[in-house]
């Protein structure tokens, strides 16, 4: 069972960076891809990157790309979710997810961190 917690969210001014963090616990970290995903108010959760288990692959929404990179430090149990050039459309709660390489699924879920991107 692997506990995801997540850290890092908060309020920015359009066009400015946070760094999302997300630490893993209970599990083998190293064996699991990662994901961040989003959900704004009203909307559905959607898929915004993922991570292979080396860190050496990564996908990206399109809405994402250019302006957010994902990473992973597996000696520290951690996935980071870089975000510049914040929109107000990237107003949402982020989570991480845990899946096992080679599926799209994702067994394992944070709780999430708001992020507020203000005009």
């Known amino acids: 069972q692997v506990q995801l917690v997540e850290s890092g969210g908060g309020l920015v001014q359009a066009g400015g960076s946070l760094r999302l963090s997300c630490a893993a616990s209970?599990?083998?970290?190293?064996?699991?891809?990662m994901g961040w995903f989003r959900q704004a108010p009203g909307k559905e959760r959607e898929f915004v990157a993922r991570?292979?288990?080396?860190?050496?692959?990564?996908s990206y929404a399109d809405s994402v790309k250019g302006r957010f990179t994902i990473s992973r430090d597996n000696a520290k149990n951690t996935v980071y979710l870089q975000m510049n050039s914040l929109k107000p459309e990237d107003t949402a709660v982020y989570s991480c997810?845990?899946?096992?390489?080679?599926?799209?699924?994702?067994?394992?879920w944070g709780q999430g961190t708001q992020v507020t991107v203000s005009s």
């Open positions: 209970g599990g083998t970290f190293r064996r699991y891809a």
């Open positions: 997810a845990a899946g096992y390489p080679g599926t799209n699924n994702y067994d394992y």
């Open positions: 991570v292979s288990v080396s860190g050496a692959v990564t």
